[in-house]
């Protein structure tokens, strides 16, 4: 198995979403969740999606992942087509994502719920992927709890311990769905060094929806501003704030001139929303 959370020599992950539509069927006639949604994400890229409630985000991130089908247009990882109208949905090994609530194995120890992946797969022994899991907790400060059941971790530790397991799986993209919309301001900070210290050692393509514009800029090399549904791409903005990252950053003049950027931006398609009276759908 190649080694975890080192940059691949030739980076994987090119993602094409190419007039990307959702339908759903609901009481009263359908709804058309995302229409011609269309977006190149480079490979190593991170990118993060914001927009009102509801507009279409998770859609499209489950649409990525194989989760639910898209009824137009396609989406291609690395010049394949892993979906479109006429070919189903499917997930895949080259995709992980990371949910809003925790997905450890509560009857399983750390290094257990890191070593899965591999052991499920059968790209290792059992031997080999717990040596290899152990090797990554360790680095990444891990290596104290290995042996503890999620139950007596913090929500904080947990959810590093969520991206080690995913990451250990050496996706080509990692979709994370708001992973630390249920921490408190201070963890959520931590949290956010310790993804980009993740992201940095490996430079896997990321995915990443949330309603947080300070945690979208803190993160993202380009933050991508969903219109209220359905959902299009009202607006692109690139991040040049320079790697590494730190949380004293989120008090720069360059960093509070995006965030009012990408607010106004945001706060446009939030009014609208408000004013439909739209739902929340996925």
């Known amino acids: 198995m190649a080694a975890a959370l080192s940059p691949a020599a030739a980076p994987k992950g090119a993602v094409s979403l190419r007039s990307v539509g959702k339908v759903y069927a609901a009481p009263g006639g359908d709804v058309v969740a995302v229409e011609d949604w269309t977006l190149e994400i480079g490979a190593g890229e991170f990118v993060a999606v914001v927009g009102p409630s509801g507009c279409g985000k998770t859609t499209l991130l489950n649409g990525i992942a194989g989760f639910d089908p898209i009824t137009s247009g396609e989406i291609v990882l690395d010049g394949k087509r892993i979906a479109s109208a006429a070919v189903p949905a499917k997930p895949g090994a080259d995709r992980v994502v990371v949910f809003q609530n925790g997905a450890l194995f509560p009857w399983k120890t750390v290094v257990d719920n890191v070593a899965y992946g591999p052991i499920v797969q059968r790209r290792s022994s059992r031997a080999e992927a717990l040596r290899e899991a152990r090797t990554l907790l360790a680095r990444v400060g891990l290596r104290d709890v290995a042996d503890a059941y999620p139950s007596r971790l913090s929500s904080g530790v947990q959810r590093r311990v969520e991206m080690v397991r995913a990451l250990i799986n050496e996706p080509k993209i990692l979709l994370l769905d708001e992973p630390f919309r249920a921490l408190d301001a201070t963890s959520k900070a931590v949290m956010h060094e310790e993804l980009l210290k993740l992201y940095d050692a490996s430079h896997t393509t990321v995915f990443f929806i949330t309603h947080d514009l300070d945690e979208a800029i803190f993160l993202a090399d380009r ?47 939030a009014e609208k929303a408000f004013r439909r009276g739209e739902r929340e759908l996925a």
């Open 223 to 269: 933050v991508v501003v969903s219109t209220t549904r359905p959902a299009r791409v009202k607006a692109i903005l690139r991040v040049d704030l320079p790697r590494p990252r730190d949380f004293r950053m989120t008090a720069s003049s360059d960093f509070l001139a995006l965030k009012a950027q990408v607010a106004d931006v945001v706060h446009q398609e």
